[in-house]
């Protein structure tokens, strides 16, 4: 067997996303393994909803929320680092603050009435709860960014948007992609209690488990939630890794 082959076989992250998968399909036939583990439970099982169901809706509320999240971040942290939006850099910081010291299920609360139940109150909330980690890296990559550099590439012509297109968000990436994998990662956990208002997540069995006392049922979503979050953070340190070679 070559090297290659030798080291993707030994990727944690392929073992990682084969036994996340593995396991959401063959959840129901593990329905002996809970009963024998608690047998006074009259429904070892969670069977409301496709384990599938629930993890492709889970997914879906933590990537819209955190592509939303990231372009609003990055934006932000982008126009607070120019002369133009410098003097707004404590303001735009402290609308972010503020927003993310509201407990998620306050985010909700309040959103159901504006939006209804399901997939939009769960989006609004983990996107104020994501900004914050890429607002604050974004600004510190920024800022990280030797001033030679751009006074050099000034020299040579270059435009203040080709600047930061050119040398400031290359230079800036590592830290960028620290602050979005601290975000999806939190949301990941955040994207819980989104069950509460009616959005399909990993968090069903676990509400339903914590309200009837089926420490089956929060070990099934428990046990997939924890594994989603290893998916995406091995993920995204693959991604960091590139980034950072890429930068040289």
């Given at each position: 067997?070559?090297?290659?082959?030798?080291?993707?076989?030994?990727?944690?992250?392929?073992?990682?996303?084969?036994?996340?998968?593995?396991?959401?399909?063959?959840?129901?036939?593990?329905?002996?393994?809970?009963?024998?583990?608690?047998?006074?439970?009259?429904?070892?099982?969670?069977?409301?909803?496709?384990?599938?169901?629930?993890?492709?809706?889970?997914?879906?509320?933590?990537?819209?929320?955190?592509?939303?999240?990231?372009?609003?971040?990055?934006?932000?942290?982008?126009?607070?680092?120019?002369?133009?939006?410098?003097?707004?850099?404590?303001?735009?910081?402290?609308?972010?603050?503020?927003?993310?010291?509201?407990?998620?299920?306050?985010?909700?609360?309040?959103?159901?009435?504006?939006?209804?139940?399901?997939?939009?109150?769960?989006?609004?909330?983990?996107?104020?709860?994501?900004?914050?980690?890429?607002?604050?890296?974004?600004?510190?990559?920024?800022?990280?960014?030797?001033?030679?550099?751009?006074?050099?590439?000034?020299?040579?012509?270059?435009?203040?948007?080709?600047?930061?297109?050119?040398?400031?968000?290359?230079?800036?990436?590592?830290?960028?992609?620290?602050?979005?994998?601290?975000?999806?990662?939190?949301?990941?956990?955040?994207?819980?209690?989104?069950?509460?208002?009616?959005?399909?997540?990993?968090?069903?069995?676990?509400?339903?488990?914590?309200?009837?006392?089926?420490?089956?049922?929060?070990?099934?979503?428990?046990?997939?939630?924890?594994?989603?979050?290893?998916?995406?953070?091995?993920?995204?340190a693959r991604l960091l890794a590139a980034v950072q070679v890429r930068r040289g």
């Amino acid at each position: 067997m070559s090297a290659w082959p030798l080291r993707y076989w030994r990727d944690p992250l392929l073992w990682t996303g084969l036994a996340l998968v593995a396991l959401v399909l063959l959840m129901p036939s593990t329905k002996p393994f809970f009963a024998a583990l608690f047998p006074k439970l009259p429904r070892p099982m969670f069977d409301l909803d496709s384990f599938a169901d629930l993890l492709i809706g889970h997914m879906l509320v933590v990537a819209a929320s955190s592509v939303a999240a990231t372009a609003l971040g990055v934006g932000a942290g982008v126009f607070v680092s120019r002369r133009a939006g410098a003097e707004f850099r404590a303001i735009v910081g402290s609308i972010v603050t503020i927003g993310q010291t509201f407990p998620p299920v306050a985010v909700l609360a309040v959103a159901v009435p504006v939006v209804g139940f399901g997939f939009e109150p769960a989006f609004f909330a983990l996107l104020l709860y994501g900004i914050l980690p890429i607002l604050e890296n974004t600004i510190a990559g920024l800022a990280s960014v030797p001033a030679p550099l751009c006074d050099a590439a000034r020299g040579i012509g270059m435009g203040e948007a080709s600047i930061l297109r050119r040398v400031e968000l290359p230079l800036a990436a590592p830290l960028i992609v620290g602050g979005i994998r601290t975000s999806v990662v939190i949301n990941v956990g955040t994207a819980t209690i989104a069950s509460t208002v009616g959005a399909r997540t990993l968090g069903l069995p676990i509400i339903i488990g914590l309200d009837g006392a089926n420490l089956a049922y929060i070990l099934q979503g428990g046990v997939l939630l924890g594994l989603l979050a290893i998916v995406l953070d091995l993920a995204f340190a693959r991604l960091l890794a590139a980034v950072q070679v890429r930068r040289g």
